[in-house]
Nanobody, 125 residues
Framework: QVQLVESGGGSVQAGGSLRLSCAASEPTYTRPCMGWFRQAPGKEREGVAAIRSDGSTSYADSVQGRFTISKDNAKNTLYLQMNSLKPEDAAMYYC???????????????????WGQGTQVTVSS
């Protein structure tokens, strides 16, 4: 059982930056795949970014070049650096870990097994 606790959400003006953190109860170096999802009211859940055990990353087209996913294995923490934020980035952001299916590909839209409770991001224009 992996517990994930997000933090770092808040309100920011368009063009600003935020860094989300996700503290994991298990060593992050043992997790083959971790990532971030988001969901805005009335919209479908969207995979934002994923990071594999080798440190390689993938992003949704909507955030490519603006968001950066990373992890600090010494702190068992996953991060999402969000720059040049837009109003459409406003959503509840969720930290995720471990693919539901062992043969799946670690990508932003994958089916993840463990989910955090989420942290709210608001972007004003």
């Amino acid at each position: 059982q992996v517990q994930l606790v997000e933090s770092g959400g808040g309100s920011v003006q368009a063009g600003g930056s935020l860094r989300l953190s996700c503290a994991a109860s298990e060593p992050t170096y043992t997790r083959p795949c971790m990532g971030w999802f988001r969901q805005a009211p009335g919209k479908e859940r969207e995979g934002v970014a994923a990071i594999r055990s080798d440190g390689s990353t993938s992003y949704a087209d909507s955030v490519q070049g603006r968001f950066t996913i990373s992890k600090d294995n010494a702190k068992n923490t996953l991060y999402l650096q969000m720059n040049s934020l837009k109003p459409e980035d406003a959503a509840m952001y969720y930290c995720v870990a471990d693919l539901s299916y062992s043969g799946g590909w670690c990508s932003p839209g994958a089916d993840f097994y463990y989910w955090g409770q989420g942290t709210q991001v608001t972007v004003s224009s």
